[in-house]
């Protein structure tokens, strides 16, 4: 007897099978971006023109996305990113967390973002 939803052998149904691969594509293109499957190539092709690594690049686009919809906040960013960066580019310019709670305090003293920027700063 088999485990429930198993069939005999190893093969799973056709209409599993397609279900399964259609989760599948829609989940590929709603990671994609609003720009879809070329904007996507686009980028991949751009970075691999450069040194740096290609994957970062693309799961830091997915992820400054997700910043934008409110799905992730910037400070989760910056912390998810934060070792990455240091080691493919030597150095963290990003602003820190410090830096973005100044400038969201709104206070008009700090400079705001192009201080929080500003590497000379």
């Known amino acids: 007897m088999h485990a429930r ?6 093969r799973r149904s ?3 099978g397609r279900l399964s691969d259609a989760v599948a594509s829609k ?5 994609r971006g609003p720009l879809g499957e070329e904007w996507e190539r686009e980028l991949e092709e751009l970075l691999e023109e450069t040194e740096y690594d290609v994957d970062l ?11 934008t919809k409110g799905t992730l906040s910037e400070a989760e ?12 580019f030597g ?7 410090a830096a973005l709670a100044e400038m969201e305090s709104g ?9 929080a920027l500003d590497p000379s700063a």
Request: charged share 40%.
């Open 5 to 10: 939803g198993e069939r005999a052998g190893s």
């Open 14 to 16: 056709p209409v599993a």
């Open 27 to 31: 989940r590929r293109r709603v990671d």
């Open 57 to 67: 690049g693309m799961e830091m686009a997915r992820d400054a996305m997700a910043v």
């Open 77 to 88: 960013f910056h912390e998810r990113y934060h070792e990455d960066v240091m080691a493919e």
């Open 91 to 97: 150095q963290d310019d990003r602003p820190t967390e």
């Open 107 to 115: 206070d008009e003293g700090s400079g705001g973002l192009a201080k």
